[in-house]
């Protein structure tokens, strides 16, 4: 597998993209997949059929020589795809398949497709991907690795794929749009300028984002209406109604021109031109001075020639007075604005060379298309740029800004949005802090991806957080997060799992409402898929949730995570937990079974498993290591609720401490535990707790049977009471009170790197 698919996937789809023609698309999926992903490459497309009812003919299109002597012999040129053999199958079948005896499927295909003389790689090392369109087969690519390179895995096969399917759409698009001569642009008839047009407005609408519309725009322009092409938007876009103020300024987006023979004469001479280099001799960045000659032009909306001095003074604002650009004037040159719905966002330069023939006035209607078309687009691309970035933040803004940390754990947290087309979902993690140093883990999914799904998993994580303080059973918060979805609306749903872990009994309690299972990775490397009852989704109503109470050994690791992780369109659920079990033992075996892998490369080595079409869903990864508090470093007392209590609690805290050599902390111990025991005599009933933890720092707890929590105020001179809480507040690293289901509980902390 690559080192980094991701990153091959972004490159190598942007070289398809940018190929102009169906042999330079072919030839740039080639040099795109060897070496990186295969040894070598070849590829067959279509040989043309006047008649969709005859069979499909292939023709070998880019097949190096040496790839002649590694198979004993080089493909055959062509071939006849039988309508109802197994190749005809697979082709339609779209996807990509590697070859070996576990698929005896594509080795028919390739016998079909190449004949018999061919020496292909044995083993996993052959794939098989069918260059498939949208509304057609346009051919197949075969993509081979050496005997002594590993085999292809799932995670190349779905690289392969996903190129494949890109280099496909290349293909038909090349045919698609009319390939007009260069020397004869447009000048057919009406029915073929229509026939254009269609075309490249198909493909501009097609883009997403605004580059992608730019993209669109200069690849459908050029070579076939223009010889170049120039696109300037405003910076900043405008969004929506705003009405930007200040000058307008224009920057450079994007330009393209006509490469290879013939193209010597635009702007460089020959010897400098460059197949990879797009950009022409303009201006970056232009200021539309108000008043000025471009600002009329763009006023007047309507694309015109550059034939006369106020057209020719706004071309050379706009692409600069020193521009070479300046030369093409007359009806060689049209500048057309951008104007979307309200405003004009920039501005788009079409130049054909002095020596071919002009543009003509019912040109000028096709840039006036084009130009529309690509304003719309742009306008949507802002709008929809501006809402995704907001529900974005919006989500972020209501997960948690950074994780807490709590007593004998450590956690780590990864968030990933979907993909672009689907960033909003309702996808959130939490870890709780809950009275006697235990610690809630929080892992849900809302249904669906919209800027609802995110508002109510706002909503649900808050009450989630309401419940945990009420310190309630993981069964019953689940209970009451069902009856809260409920009252948002019946179509409000989620999934959602809540554990709870104490480190002093080195135990979890897990509730589970239709969420995917919890793993753990115990200290010596195994790995273990937690056996939760499944329970229903919350919202469904009117289902009881059962909690199960399972060992939490220290070392051991627990893996909370969405579904989004495990589940895409390429794989089944329980397919992916069997995957991700197998990565964490995978990654355990590299430290050893002495030493847990570290928290956050965990994290990262959990991610890696993830491919080009994993993305499909939010992913929310929530990783706990227990480190538990030993018993030794745990001291817990019961104390009768009278005047003999506080000096009782003195003595037992200075033992304590004594033990545990820390000596210099129990003066102020023992003053602040017993102001916190004395309050608590004061009011309670029933034997008080008194409890002591020793870790990183001394962590005091007192607890009692009456629910109202004391607050802090300063006493005046002539009161004999209420200033426990102020020595608390002034003496202690930390301090806080949480109410129980029995009463309340009062801890403080002393020592740590804040003492």
């Known amino acids: 597998m690559l080192p980094d698919p991701q990153r091959f996937l972004a490159v190598a789809g942007r070289r398809i993209a940018r190929a102009e023609g169906a042999a330079q698309v072919v030839r740039e999926l080639c040099r795109s997949v060897v070496p990186e992903l295969a040894d070598g490459a070849f590829v067959y497309l279509e040989d043309g059929r006047p008649d ?14 040496e790839l002649g002597g590694a198979m004993g012999g080089m493909p055959p040129d062509t071939a006849s795809v039988t309508p109802d053999g197994v190749l005809a199958r697979l082709l339609r079948c779209g996807r990509t398949r590697g070859a070996g005896p576990a698929d005896t499927d594509t080795d028919e295909a390739l016998r079909e497709l190449l004949g018999k003389a061919p020496r292909l790689p044995q083993g996993n090392r052959v794939l098989l991907a069918p260059l498939r369109a949208p509304d057609a087969v346009v051919g197949v690519a075969v993509f081979l690795r050496r005997p002594d390179r590993e085999d292809f895995v799932d995670d190349d096969i779905a690289l392969a794929d996903a190129l494949s399917a890109q280099a496909a759409l290349g293909v038909r698009e090349a045919t698609s749009i009319p390939q007009v001569r260069p020397a004869t642009a447009l000048k057919a008839p009406d029915e073929d300028r229509l026939r254009y047009v269609g075309a490249a407005t198909r493909r501009i609408a097609r883009g997403f984002d605004t580059d992608e519309i730019v993209l669109g725009l200069c690849r459908a322009a050029v070579p076939t209406y223009s010889d170049a092409a120039l696109v300037y938007l405003r910076d900043p876009l405008p969004v929506g109604d705003e009405r930007p103020t200040g000058p307008a300024v224009l920057r450079l987006r994007r330009t393209d021109r006509m490469k290879g023979p013939g193209a010597e004469g635009l702007v460089w001479p020959a010897e400098t031109m460059d197949d990879e280099q797009d950009d022409l001799d303009a201006s970056d960045w232009s200021e539309v001075v108000p008043g000025g000659a471009l600002a009329e032009v763009l006023r007047g909306v309507r694309p015109v020639f550059a034939d006369n001095p106020p057209t020719r003074a ?21 500048l057309a604005p951008l104007r979307g719905r309200r405003l004009v966002t920039g501005a788009v330069v079409f130049l054909r060379r002095p020596e071919r023939p002009a543009f003509e006035p019912a040109d000028l209607l096709v840039a006036a298309q084009l130009a529309t078309h690509t304003a719309l687009g742009v306008d949507k691309a802002v709008l929809y740029s501006r809402e995704a970035f907001i529900a974005d933040r919006l989500q972020r803004a209501m997960l948690p800004h950074s994780l807490p940390r709590p007593t004998g754990v450590r956690l780590a947290v990864r968030y990933l949005p979907a993909a672009e087309t689907a ?44 419940l945990a303080g009420l310190d309630l059973p993981p069964q019953e918060v689940l209970h009451h997060l069902d009856e809260q979805a409920q009252r948002l609306g019946t179509d409000r749903m989620a999934t959602c799992l809540y554990v709870v872990y104490d480190p002093v009994s080195h135990r979890i309690t897990v509730a589970n409402a239709g969420h995917p299972p919890p793993i753990l990775l115990h200290p010596g490397g195994k790995t273990e898929v937690l056996a939760v009852p499944p329970g229903a989704p919350i919202g469904v109503g009117g289902i009881d949730f059962e909690a199960v109470e399972l060992e939490a050994p220290a070392g051991a690791t627990l893996l909370l995570y969405t579904d989004g992780l495990v589940e895409s369109r390429l794989r089944d659920v329980w397919t992916g937990i069997e ?21 956050e490369a965990l994290c990262d080595e959990v991610l890696d498993m993830l491919g080009p079409g994993d993305r499909d869903d939010d992913i929310a990864l929530l990783a706990a290591r227990f480190d538990g508090i030993a018993p030794s470093d745990v001291a817990y007392w019961t104390l009768d609720p009278d005047d003999t209590a506080p000096g009782r609690a003195r003595r037992l805290t200075r033992q304590a401490l004594a033990a545990w050599d820390l000596d210099d902390l129990t003066d102020t111990a023992e003053l602040l535990v017993s102001e916190i025991v004395t309050n608590a005599v004061r009011h309670a009933s029933r034997p008080i707790g008194l409890r002591l933890l020793h870790t990183d720092v001394l962590r005091c707890e007192v607890g009692d049977d009456v629910p109202q929590l004391p607050r802090l105020r300063r006493a005046s001179p002539d009161e004999e009471h209420g200033r426990g809480l102020y020595l608390v507040n002034r003496l202690a690293r930390r301090w806080g009170t949480t109410r129980l289901g029995t009463g309340k509980n009062v801890w403080f902390e002393l020592g740590g790197p804040a003492s």
């Not at 969709?52 to 020589?65: F, K």
């Open 52 to 65: 969709r009812s005859e069979p499909l003919r292939l023709r070998l299109d880019a097949a190096p020589a």
């Open 579 to 599: 995957q991700l079990r197998e990565k964490l033992a995978a990654t355990a075996q590299l430290t050893g079974p002495d030493r847990p892998p570290p928290l």
């Open 314 to 334: 706004a071309l050379s604002e706009l692409v600069g007075e020193d521009s070479a650009l300046n030369g093409w004037a007359g009806t060689h040159a049209i």
């Open 423 to 466: 960033r909003v979902g309702g996808d959130w993690y939490d870890a709780i802090p809950l009275p006697g140093s235990r610690v809630a883990l929080v892992v849900g999914d809302v249904m669906g991806h919209s800027m609802t799904s995110a508002a109510v998993m706002g909503q649900l994580r808050t009450t989630a957080l309401t």
